[in-house]
Structures are given as structure tokens and as C-alpha cells.
């Protein structure tokens, strides 16, 4: 289940989803939440559910199953829920069911959102029972770890679409997400042209979105980046950002970001801030943001009903380091300000709870941590999807974070992978395993359907790779095929070659055959779009290395003119891999080559390579050997241990050629 709960356990007999199911509700029931119950139950076996109130249920009702949703204060959602208890947190929510007479579910949550989340857990615990459906006997209390859990759509290049956006939503609102700050620097009215109104289409759409945002318990927080030329002690331009924030929350939005990241903070944008703040610089540059600031939040979140507290991005977002720009903002914001940090870096390859403990003691809060990941936004993920796990996040960090939003991807629906876990991750720190989790996400994206669960894992060990600003990446590459390429070569080496060709051909033809199960029709269709090319490449890879595998088994059984032709046709399909492009490209880095498995797969095919050309050239059993000795000490590589990544050998599929 995910995200995982704080307390779930079994009590018993699992319910059977009768074909007429009540919903007994009340004026004070989530609409969301009712809704999504009812459509959960009719595609579980359900061929009629009736809402009724608590006081109106029919006499018939005897035998049917019941599902009571609405507040957990509600006397008969109290009384069914018994002794499950009830959190006293926001979000929170308790969860029953019995199989048992009276059959029933007991949905009751602290708030509107608890209903709602409460209706999420419940969708997992459907199973299948013949030819219908039971609902696991289990009881629930849950509720989030950080109040603040999402993405933040802040990435360089092209901005997601009207459509892509509206499926985000909807995404959100399944992991128990509450979290979307809308901030895409390419849109040019969040940034570079902030002063000027949205276009009355553009508005609309930002509407719909916001309602969408609504209905799925998740707060639309409207980020105007004005930095880039703000005049800050110019009230002219403050009435203007004040008018932009103004005409969003006429559109329902009740959140609101001032990023002031990735622009100067040692020249003024206008001679009157020197005049207002002093010379240019650290210290300047932050009394100007926090006169900025505190107007914003006193005389305008502060005067309007509803309104969240401000969030803003500090211009020293990324480090540890404790200067006057820093003391100035932990000395002068205004408490009830969120502000963000990214790490201890830009893409940082972990963020820890003593690290988080200092930036809360650097701005005087906790810190709303922005996450970099899995952007591809920056020149060391050209050509690549990220697709490992959501990782290296330490659990604990609720006890010093107010939440965590991921930065995705220009690919909103490959973003998936890594969103999932910051979702689990934010809900229940503490729990979060990144190697449970994978999986988890991967079945979401595939619906389920498990042939395409594997297919996704196998591809998305390809994309697994993680860089930083710098040269060493914070995720590997690859590393379940690192790990049966090094025993691969291990058994090899030992002189079990066949073995060694037969243990990896299954894999070699799995990774050849994954885009085609994952273009079957059970994956998620926006993600087959944002892969298409990496999946193009990687069935050509994947074809390059069965190829490969067959010369050297053909090698081995001293079929020279066959090892020859399966050679070539392995070095014809790695040109056509190499030769693929990104296209169309929506990232900055444009059309680039997708990455597929780089630094493992070439590379082992390079060695097989070098083995079946040198064994060309030599004759005897000796000078094979020779040959193969000098081909792998020339790229010998030491794979990746994985924890978990492997199955044992008892698991390994059997060889079908």
C-alpha cells in the first residue's frame, strides 16, 4: 500500500462488495471523497450503490454492504468504527471493515481531506474473490508526517500542458499529495514578464486548474517569480504583484510563492533601492526581499479569508552556510513565512536530519524543502529520463521540514516514478523504503497489470542514473544489469561460459522486449509518449546484446560464420541505438541521444565485442583465451552491489533458446 500508513492491521474476515451497495452519507460528507467511493465501488462489483443518510437507511438493508463516510465524530461512524483509533491530526483519518454482520466500512476523517485520503486507502484494499470482490478485514489510523507534500513545477524549458497538468491533479490526489506550486520559469508571466496580466485564455485555463486542484484535496499555490527586475521599494510595482496575486485568488486559489532564486542579489534593478536599502549585496539584498515580504504577507495573505501563509525562495537557497543574508532573514521575516531550500545543494545526493535541523536554525523555521529531483533540466541530464526511486532522504526529517516538493521533469508522466515516493516519503518518513516502493510505483503506472509492472523495471533500471551539478552521480546506473553483467563475467572468468551466456540470455531478451509490453496498452499512454524514444532505443539495445550473447555462444561452439553475422548484426543495431534522437525534445538540452543504460550495457558490449573479433583472429583453444584475457583487462569494471535488486538463483527465469 502506499502511501504507507502509520497504523494498518488486520481483524479479520474480508467484506464482499455485494452487487447493491449503500453509501450512507451526510451534508457534512466530501463530495470528493463520496464521489471517488462510489466509483470504486461500482468498478469493484457493484452494480448499484444507493446514497442514503444515516437516518434514512431502509429497512432492506439487512445483508448488503454498508460504507458509512463523512467526519469521524459522526455518531454512527464513531460507533462502527469501535475501537480503531481516530488521529487528532490534520488530514488524519480512521478506517474499519468488517466482514462480520453487520458488513460495513467505517470511513471517518478528522477533515474534509481525512475523507478523502481515508477513500484512497480503501481503493487498495480491494481483492479479487472468484468472480467478484472482498475488501480486506483490516482497521486503520493514518495521517501525514509534513503537511506539505507535492511538486513544485519550477523547472527550466518547456512548461507542461494545460492537459498534462489536469492529469497531475488527478495523480496527486491517488498518493496523497496536497501540494502543486505553479512555477514553471519558461512561462513567461511567472517570470521574466510577472507585471503584465495573464491572457484571458491562459486565465481560464489556470482556473479550471485550480478547480481540478480543488477536487482532489490539493492546494494550487500560485508562485510570481519578480526578482529578475522588481523594483522592491517601488509601491507601484507592488501594487502590480499584489494585482496578480489577486486575480488568482478570484480564480479560488488560496497559496501564493515569491521564488527570488537564480537571480542577482549584488546589482539593484533601480537607483531608489540603494537610496532605500543601502549598496548592493547580501545584506542589502535581504532587507529588500523582507520589506517585500512582510507587505506581501501582512497586507495582502493576512487581509485575504483563507489565504495559506506566503512561501518564498530565497536567492541562498542551496547550502549551510551562515551569512548576513541569512541573519537578516531569520532576524526580520515574518514567522509565519515558509521558506524554501533545496538541500545542501542544487541537486543535493542526500539530505539528512542533521543537515535539515541546521537550515531550520539558519532562517528560524522549519524548512519547506524543494526537492531537485527528478528534474532534467541542467547539461548533466541531457538525454536522460530519471527514473530511479525517490532515495537518500533520511526518515525523521519531519521532525525539522514543514514538507517536501519534488521538482519533475519536463516529462510530467515519467515524473511519476520519483513523485510517487516523495508522496509516500512525505507521508510517513519514517516507513519509507525506496526499495518497496519502486515497484509500487512502476504497478501504478502499468495499472496493475504485472508483465508490465516487470516490463517498466527492467526499463527503468536503464534510466536509473541520477547526476548532480558535479561529475559523480547520486543514483547508479543501471544496477541490476551491473550486477548479472559482473556475474556475467564472474562465471566467465571461471571458465562456466555457457552457464554465464544462458543465465544472462533471458535478461538480454527481457530489456529487448520491455517497450513492446510497455507500449501494450496497460501503461499509463502519457508515459509511452514522454519514452518513446528511450523505449525506441532500448529495444535496439536490447536486440544489440541478444545478438551479442548468440555470437558468443556461437563462438563457443566453434561456428565461426555464425558468430561473424550475429556480431555484425549487433554492431548495425548499436548504430541505429546511437543514431536515435529525443524527438520531439522538450527539455533545453534539445535532441539529444537517449541515454540507455550507459556505462553498463556498452559497456559490456564492448567486451563481448572485443572477445569475438580477437577469437576471429586467433586459432586454438589457447590463443581464445589469450585473447579474452587481454579484451577483459583492458575494461574490466567493478558492478554496483544493489541491495535487493537481484533475485536469487533459485528465481532466475529458465534459458528459452
Not at 89 to 95: D, I, R, S, T, V
Request: net charge neutral.
Amino acid at each position: 500500500m502506499s502511501p504507507t500508513p502509520q497504523s494498518l492491521t488486520g481483524i479479520g474476515a474480508a467484506a464482499v462488495v455485494t452487487s447493491r451497495v449503500l453509501v450512507i452519507a451526510d451534508d457534512q460528507t466530501d463530495p470528493a471523497a463520496r464521489d471517488r467511493l462510489v466509483r470504486e465501488l461500482k468498478a469493484h462489483g457493484a452494480e448499484r450503490v444507493d446514497i442514503v443518510a444515516p437516518d434514512r437507511i431502509p429497512a432492506a438493508a439487512a445483508g448488503l454492504l454498508m460504507a458509512r463516510l463523512g467526519s469521524a465524530a459522526r455518531p454512527d461512524i464513531a460507533q462502527a468504527l469501535g475501537d480503531t483509533v481516530v488521529p487528532g491530526k490534520a488530514e488524519g483519518y480512521a478506517l474499519r471493515v468488517s466482514g462480520a454482520k453487520p458488513r460495513q466500512i467505517a470511513l471517518g476523517g478528522k477533515d474534509a481531506a481525512g475523507q478523502f485520503y481515508a477513500v484512497q486507502t480503501l481503493r487498495q484494499l480491494f481483492v479479487p474473490s472468484g468472480d467478484g470482490w472482498k475488501v480486506a478485514g483490516v482497521q486503520v489510523s493514518d495521517f501525514p508526517s509534513m503537511p506539505l507534500r507535492g511538486t513544485i513545477e519550477g523547472f527550466y524549458g518547456a512548461p507542461w500542458t494545460h492537459a498534462e497538468r489536469l492529469d497531475q491533479m488527478d495523480f496527486y490526489g491517488d498518493v496523497k499529495a496536497n501540494t502543486y506550486i505553479y512555477a514553471p520559469k519558461d512561462d513567461p508571466y511567472h517570470r521574466d514578464r510577472w507585471r503584465d496580466p495573464y491572457p484571458a485564455d491562459k486565465l481560464a485555463e489556470l482556473g479550471e486548474l485550480v478547480a481540478r486542484a480543488d477536487a482532489n484535496h490539493v492546494r494550487f499555490t500560485f508562485a510570481l517569480s519578480p526578482g529578475v527586475s522588481i523594483c522592491y521599494s517601488d509601491q507601484a510595482d507592488r501594487n502590480l504583484l499584489k494585482q496578480k496575486l489577486q486575480a488568482l485568488y478570484d480564480l479560488g486559489a488560496r497559496a501564493f510563492s515569491i521564488p527570488l532564486d537564480d537571480i542577482s542579489y549584488t546589482r539593484w534593478n533601480c537607483a531608489a533601492d540603494e537610496a532605500a536599502y543601502g549598496a548592493a549585496g547580501r545584506t542589502a539584498a535581504a532587507k529588500a526581499q523582507v520589506d517585500l515580504l512582510n507587505d506581501l504577507q501582512r497586507n495582502f495573505i493576512a487581509t485575504h479569508e483563507g489565504a495559506q501563509p506566503l512561501q518564498m525562495v530565497p536567492t541562498e537557497y542551496g547550502d549551510l552556510t551562515d551569512t548576513t543574508y541569512k541573519q537578516t532573514m531569520r532576524e526580520s521575516l515574518d514567522p509565519a513565512i515558509e521558506v524554501m531550500w533545496t538541500g545542501t545543494d542544487t541537486v543535493p545526493p542526500e539530505i539528512t536530519n542533521e543537515q535539515a535541523k541546521k537550515a531550520a536554525a539558519l532562517f528560524g523555521r522549519k524548512v519547506f524543502v524543494w526537492d531537485n529531483y527528478p528534474v532534467n533540466d541542467f547539461g548533466e541530464t541531457s538525454g536522460r529520463l530519471l527514473l530511479a526511486p525517490y532515495d537518500k532522504r533520511e526518515g525523521g526529517l519531519a521532525a525539522h521540514l514543514s514538507g517536501i516538493v519534488a521538482n519533475p521533469m519536463n516529462q510530467p508522466y515519467a515524473s511519476k516514478v520519483a513523485v510517487f515516493g516523495t508522496a509516500d516519503f512525505t507521508w510517513n518518513d519514517k516507513a519509507y523504503d525506496a526499495r518497496k516502493n519502486w515497484p509500487r510505483a512502476m504497478a501504478y503506472l502499468a495499472g496493475g497489470d504485472k508483465a508490465a509492472t516487470e516490463a517498466l523495471l527492467v526499463f527503468g533500471d536503464l534510466e536509473h542514473m541520477a547526476p548532480t551539478f558535479g561529475g559523480t552521480p547520486w543514483q547508479p546506473q543501471a544496477p541490476r544489469l551491473a550486477t548479472r553483467t559482473a556475474e556475467f563475467w564472474q562465471a566467465w572468468d571461471d571458465g562456466r561460459r555457457g552457464a554465464a551466456i544462458t543465465a544472462m540470455h533471458p535478461y538480454a531478451k527481457a530489456i529487448a522486449t520491455a517497450p513492446a509490453s510497455i507500449r501494450g496498452g496497460s501503461v499509463q499512454k502519457g508515459f509511452t509518449d514522454d519514452a518513446a524514444s528511450w523505449l525506441d532505443a532500448t529495444e535496439l539495445w536490447g536486440r544489440a546484446m541478444v545478438a551479442m550473447l548468440d555470437a558468443l555462444h556461437a563462438r563457443q561452439a566453434g561456428d565461426e560464420t555464425k558468430a561473424g553475422a550475429l556480431l555484425a548484426e549487433s554492431r548495425d543495431l548499436q548504430r541505429q541505438a546511437r543514431a536515435v534522437r529525443v524527438s520531439p525534445p522538450r527539455n533545453r538540452w534539445g535532441s539529444a541521444q537517449p541515454q540507455v543504460g550507459d556505462g553498463v550495457l556498452d559497456v559490456f558490449l564492448a567486451e563481448a565485442s572485443g572477445i569475438v573479433v580477437q577469437a576471429e583472429k586467433l586459432a586454438g583453444a589457447s590463443a581464445y583465451d589469450t585473447a579474452f584475457a587481454r579484451s577483459r583487462a583492458m575494461t574490466r569494471r567493478q558492478a554496483p552491489t544493489v541491495a535487493g535488486a537481484e533475485p536469487a538463483d533459485s528465481e532466475r527465469p529458465a534459458s528459452r533458446w
